[in-house]
């Protein structure tokens, strides 16, 4: 099989820093040996690539400005156009990476995705932006945080990340130069070491992302938590409805149920389970996925806030 085309891809909003760290990143042999690179950009910011600073002579640049034009169509006939080692691509922040995902050639792969913002304007953005901020968090590796003023709110920065991905590495890049690195702890609100893991109402969208994220280090675990029952005949799903950013993305996150013994619960059935979750194949994961085997079942009143939450 031909290996896969990688792709660096830099998201971002205007003035957050992309084109500056490509033009760096393009100037640094360490980074280009001489690989033929396509650089695809997606926005007109202040700054402008000089190629003429690139080492070697290596590097195409290629401006995709309406995203209309980001099509599959369109980046296999560049890639046809340059015979490629790899592929830069500086995204536009105003639009979804669902676009760029979707449009993808088949043998083309994000090999890398990183974040870069205006230190001074990020949390405006989010309060501003909600939505735009979430789709460029939840997927990046790293989040670069240029300017970085001194006494910053670095508390309030990570529990924005945090409240989208729980592996983003953050980064504050000073104006003097120096790098610092977001190193504030950030253990689970719950004990996992606990025999019976209780998940709190307000912890509900945390615990799911988490056991998302790294299933394996809650095979074996006993929980407790309360959930809304959707059932289809001998199918009993149980969890709760989690938003993100905004109402429209508000999606039903739930564990599938096994039980020692028939149950009467039924959909829309608010209930709290205890039981142990083992991962393995099931048909409505379509896949590996954590099946809780309950071991008890309570009927239980609906939390005060019916849609679980990061914040």
Partial sequence: MAAKLPVYLFTGFLEGGKTHIIQESMEDQKFNSGEKTLIIQCEEGVDELDLSRFWGQNVYLERIEDEADFTKETLTALA??????????????????????????DNWAVYQEMMFADANTF????????????????GCEMLVLNRTPEGIDKDEIHKVVRGVSRSA?????YPDGHVEYDDIED????DLDADVVNIADQDY??????LSEDMSKYAGKTIRFKGIVARDGANILAGRHVMTCCADDIAYHPLVCIFRESTSLKTRDWVTLTGK??????????????????????FAVKPAQE???FY
């Fill in 277 to 298: 979750i083992r991962v393995e194949k099931h048909k409505l994961y379509r896949g590996m996925g954590p099946v809780l085997y309950v071991e008890s079942t309570e």
């Fill in 307 to 309: 849609v679980a939450t």
């Fill in 205 to 210: 969208a945390v615990f799911y992302r988490d």
């Fill in 187 to 190: 253990p689970l609100p719950y």
């Fill in 80 to 105: 046809k156009k340059h015979k490629l080692d790899r592929v830069i691509i500086e995204y536009n922040g105003m639009w979804m990476l669902s676009t760029l995902y979707e449009n993808l050639p």
């Fill in 169 to 173: 590495a953050i980064t504050y890049d």
């Fill in 123 to 138: 949390l405006s953005y989010n309060a501003n932006m909600r939505q735009l901020m979430v789709d460029k968090l939840q």
